[in-house]
Structure formats: structure tokens, C-alpha cells
């Protein structure tokens, strides 16, 4: 494989330890970055060849763990002007002023893309709630109505304080919908 000979580092929260996480970090973020940058290189690679290169973080130095805070990412990409950095879209927010985004496939991370899934490592936070506890565990109705009303999801609801992204409102309503609902969930 045939890739720049620039040197890059890449600081990062912790290897993540939930499998969900791992998963958004290797098949999103890794994956695509590998075939942003080294399409012809990874081409004719088999499938298990593939996942080998795309859904592995390197151990040579290149990654830097920073642990879990932000806040010491954002400032060690305001020291070092050639390094990258992975962290939530609300700390590039608070930072415009002092860095500047990656583009993915052509793509900024802005919150329309986020929102309209259009930014490839940008992913929706879903939360599930057993049919069977509603009415046995006492708020589990009121709680997801509350996650999902407009004072909290919506275009000024104080999840966004948060760091969420609200949703286009026609999705919001369709999952308020499925909520109050209590819609099982189709895979």
C-alpha cells in the first residue's frame, strides 16, 4: 500500500471500551478514512484483508490517547497546527474560532450534515426502552416523552446544550410518535 510519506498524528479519546463505540470508530471513522485516502491501494484487498488495515488503530505513535477530555484534544490541536483530532461535534463547535474541520468524503461536519446523516462518522443516539417495564418501572413513559418533546430534542431544547443535534422536525415527530406509541422496534 502506497501512502503518503507526510507524517500524521491523530490525538483521540481512549480506545473506546464499549463495543458500540468500537464499532462507530472502526467501521465509520477508520473505514472510511482508509478509503479516502488510500482507495487504490486497498481495491483488490479481500474482505478479511480489508477489515485487517481499516478496523485496526495503529500502535506505532501515530494515535495519541488523550483520555477522556475534550478539552485537552482541543488544545493540543491549537498547539500542534499539523495534528487531527476525534472528538464530539459541540467541542469543534465551541473552537470554530481556533480550528478547523476535516472533510470526509467531500464533507464538513456541520450540524445540517450531521442531522441529515451526511457527515460518514456522524452517527444518530438512539436510546431503547423495554415494552414490559412501561407501567412496572415508575417514569419510563414520562422519561421518553420527555426525551423526545421539543423542549428537550427540538430546534431550542436544552439537549442542545448537551451537544445534540436536533433532528429535522418531521423525524422528531415520527419518533415522538413511535415513543408515546411504545412502536417495537424492526431490524
Not at 115 to 118: F, I, P, R, S, V
Given at each position: 500500500?502506497s501512502l503518503?510519506v507526510?507524517?500524521v498524528l491523530?490525538?483521540?479519546?481512549q ?5 458500540e463505540?468500537?464499532?462507530v ?7 472510511v ?8 491501494a ?7 484483508d480489508m477489515e485487517?488495515?481499516?478496523?485496526s ?8 490517547e488523550a483520555?477522556e477530555n475534550?478539552?485537552?484534544?482541543v488544545?493540543?490541536l491549537i498547539?500542534d497546527k499539523?495534528?487531527y ?5 459541540s467541542?469543534?463547535?465551541e473552537?470554530?474560532d481556533?480550528?478547523?474541520a476535516?472533510?470526509l468524503?467531500?464533507?464538513i461536519?456541520?450540524a445540517e450534515?450531521i442531522?441529515?446523516?451526511?457527515y ?6 438512539f436510546f431503547?426502552?423495554?415494552k ?6 415508575p417514569g419510563?413513559?414520562e422519561?421518553v416523552?420527555?426525551?423526545t418533546s ?7 431544547g436544552?439537549l442542545l ?6 433532528l429535522?422536525q418531521?423525524?422528531?415527530?415520527a419518533?415522538r410518535?413511535?415513543g408515546a ?7
Open positions: 500500500m503518503s507526510e507524517h491523530v490525538q483521540g479519546q480506545r473506546p471500551r464499549r463495543e463505540e468500537v464499532q470508530l472502526e467501521r465509520l471513522g477508520q473505514e478514512g482508509v478509503h479516502a485516502v488510500a482507495q487504490p486497498v481495491a483488490d484487498m479481500s474482505e478479511d485487517g488495515v481499516c478496523q488503530v495503529r500502535e506505532d505513535g501515530a494515535f495519541i483520555g475534550d478539552n485537552l484534544i488544545q493540543k498547539d499539523g495534528m483530532g476525534v472528538f464530539g461535534y467541542f469543534l463547535e473552537n470554530a481556533r480550528l478547523q476535516a472533510t468524503n467531500g464533507m461536519p456541520t450534515a442531522a441529515a446523516d451526511e460518514p462518522v456522524a452517527r444518530s443516539l431503547y426502552v423495554k414490559e417495564h412501561v407501567g412496572t418501572i419510563i413513559a422519561f416523552g420527555e426525551f421539543d423542549d428537550a430534542a427540538g430546534e431550542d436544552y446544550d448537551k451537544g445534540l443535534i436536533p429535522p418531521a423525524d422528531l415527530e419518533y410518535k413511535a406509541d411504545l412502536t417495537p422496534l424492526s431490524l
